[in-house]
């Protein structure tokens, strides 16, 4: 598959557990941009990686929220004592990544979360 | 901070129906506009980008126009198969992407 894909595609969890999202991009693109879209609203920034630094990672909500991208390929979003209101899509994106540039940024199609 | 709007919220047309999306934009500094269709379910699939004032894109039905202010997508003739949520967003470089709440637009056979 040439799209970025996201694994799983659904997960249900308890309040209180830990849980990992996982993204894998398209191949070649250095930018990697983890969004959330909650029902009836446009997808919200969370981070963005370029290679294998967080380049922005103004999004998080706060603390229990972290992502790595150890090779520069795939990501793994990381959501610790979840918490009901962090259920939503998650969506993953990736672009070539160039400076100064419009980089259009392609969309995986999600993990939906689902804290019980 | 860059602020986007879209409207209508939900818009319903009969197939064969023309009609217009609107996406109004507040930026600070260069910004492209970018439009995404999504279907249920489904992660925002790209559609077009624009830059420039003035600048129009097509795509089978679809054509996407660009002010200064604002943005927006001409649908001409639509099918079933349109129907979908219209997103758009605004961002330049590597920078995040902003986007609108989108308009759901639903086409009635």
């Known amino acids: 598959g040439a799209g970025v894909s996201q694994t799983p595609s659904n997960k249900v969890t308890e309040k209180g557990k830990y849980v990992e999202l996982r993204c894998d991009p398209i191949?070649?693109?250095?930018?990697l941009y983890w969004y959330r879209q909650s029902l009836g609203q446009g997808p919200e920034f969370l981070i963005y990686f370029q290679g294998t630094g967080a380049a922005d990672d103004s999004g998080l909500p706060n603390d229990r929220f972290f992502a790595v991208r150890p090779e520069g390929s795939v990501s793994t979003l990381k959501i610790q004592r979840t918490e009901r209101g962090d259920s939503a899509v998650y969506l993953c994106?990736?672009?070539?990544?160039?400076?100064?540039?419009?980089?259009?940024?392609?969309f995986g199609p999600g993990t939906r979360l689902t804290v019980l | 901070e860059d602020q986007v709007t879209q409207s209508p919220e939900a818009l319903r047309l009969q197939e064969g129906e023309s009609s217009s999306l609107n996406c109004s934009y507040t930026?600070?500094?260069?910004?492209?506009l970018f439009w995404y269709r999504q279907d249920p379910g489904k992660g925002p699939e790209f559609l077009f980008t624009?830059?420039?004032a003035g600048e129009e894109k097509e795509k089978e039905r679809l054509k996407a126009t660009l002010t200064k202010k604002e943005s927006f997508l001409h649908i001409t003739a639509p099918k079933p198969e349109d129907s979908a949520t219209y997103l758009c967003?605004?961002?330049?470089?590597?920078?995040?992407?902003?986007f609108g709440t989108g308009t759901r637009l639903t086409i009635i056979p």
């Open positions: 624009l830059y420039s």
């Open positions: 967003a605004v961002g330049f470089g590597n920078e995040k992407l902003t």
């Open positions: 994106a990736s672009s070539l990544g160039f400076f100064e540039s419009l980089n259009e940024q392609f």
């Open positions: 191949s070649g693109h250095t930018a």
């Open positions: 930026v600070s500094g260069l910004r492209g």
